[in-house]
């Protein structure tokens, strides 16, 4: 997988955070990060940025993110909103939400794949249609917005929301 080379300005402000440990819970990223996780992890992770799940990884979560890598072993649904890898050692056991998706010769992906244009969370789309999060929830409720039930929350699918907003029904 080849990479566009950064600038000294951007690994400056890079984050870099590694888990080679057992860990359950939420973990959360509202800034862009770079998370590794080798051990294993029960949960929920929702990223920013590029999330690897390494060779020796053993990940039971539902996944939100933009950049997704795995190598290891994943169960679990995951959301890339941008693009998702399964290299040669991963093995997968959920459902794939994504606009780009690339499995490595040897991978194992056993589940669903949606692939979708760009998706948005309720914040997200609440910026994008310039309206307020209660307003967004309140279309959602209703069934007036064309919506996924994605884990605790929703997302939308950019491609169809713009087809909802043309047809007027947005005011």
């Not at 955070?17 to 770079?34: C, H, R, W, Y």
């Not at 050692?89 to 959920?94: E, F, H, I, W």
């Not at 307003?135 to 950019?158: D, H, M, Y």
Request: charged share 25%; proline share 3%.
């Amino acid at each position: 997988m080849a990479l566009r080379p950064r600038r000294e300005s951007e690994n400056a402000e890079e984050k870099v955070i590694e888990i080679n440990a057992q860990m359950q819970g939420t973990l959360s990223f509202k800034d862009p990060v770079n998370l590794k996780v080798n051990g294993n992890f029960t949960g929920t992770l929702d990223t920013r940025g590029t999330l690897t799940i390494g060779e020796s990884a053993s990940v039971e979560a539902h996944i939100t993110g933009e950049n997704i890598v795995i190598a290891g072993k994943v169960k679990g649904d995951i959301i890339a909103k941008k693009m998702l890898a399964l290299l040669q050692t991963s093995v997968l056991n959920g459902n794939i939400t994504t606009p780009k998706l690339n499995i490595v010769e040897g991978a194992i992906f056993q589940g669903q794949c949606q692939m979708i244009d760009e998706v948005l969370n309720v914040d997200e789309l609440a910026k994008y249609l310039e309206l307020d999060q209660p307003s967004i929830l309140e279309l959602v409720q209703s069934g007036n917005i064309p919506a996924r039930k994605s884990g605790e929350g929703w997302t939308f699918e950019r491609k169809k929301i713009d087809e909802w907003a043309a047809t007027g029904r947005l005011r």
